[in-house]
């Protein structure tokens, strides 16, 4: 039996906007890549002095209602698993949706800020928008 459409909200609610402040443990984590069975490789700022890649585990509350993909951001726990042997770093604690609103946060990763998709001026001219060079150029050189 599927679970009832008010858990569905409930979580998609959750994750939608940023909290006030983020516990010590937490951490702002960039996906690499989906390892299989909800766990996810994780990259961390460098400026932390922990490892920079974690193996993640996706919570059973996530599952199959919000989907994660490659460069996205989650809030990683790191302590959830401290107690355990095993090669699990952590587990996600909340998956950054609204990437704009979380970036205007304090506890935001200058690692992490957006960078302009658009190149700085270059010396050379862009030939977007002209004509190729006709035959008739060519034969008066």
């Known amino acids: 039996m599927p679970r009832p459409k008010r858990h569905l909200l409930a979580t998609a609610q959750e994750t939608l906007f940023p909290p006030a402040s983020l516990p010590e443990n937490h951490l702002i984590a960039k996906v690499r890549k ?3 069975k909800n766990l996810y490789s ?3 700022p460098s400026s932390l ?3 920079k890649t974690l193996l993640v585990e996706l919570p059973s509350r996530f599952r199959s209602q919000i989907w994660l993909k490659r460069g996205g951001y989650v809030v990683v726990d790191t302590e959830a698993f401290a107690g355990r042997e095993n090669k699990l770093d952590g587990e996600i604690v909340n998956v950054v949706r609204d990437e704009r609103e979380w970036r205007k946060r304090e506890f935001w990763p200058a690692e992490f800020v957006k960078k302009s998709s658009y190149l700085e001026e270059s010396d050379e001219e862009s ?4 004509l190729p060079p006709s035959d008739d150029d ?3 050189g």
């Open 42 to 44: 994780v990259e961390l």
């Open 127 to 130: 030939r977007v928008g002209q």
């Open 49 to 51: 002095p922990t490892e």
């Open 138 to 140: 060519e034969v008066e």
């Open 34 to 36: 989906a390892e299989g």
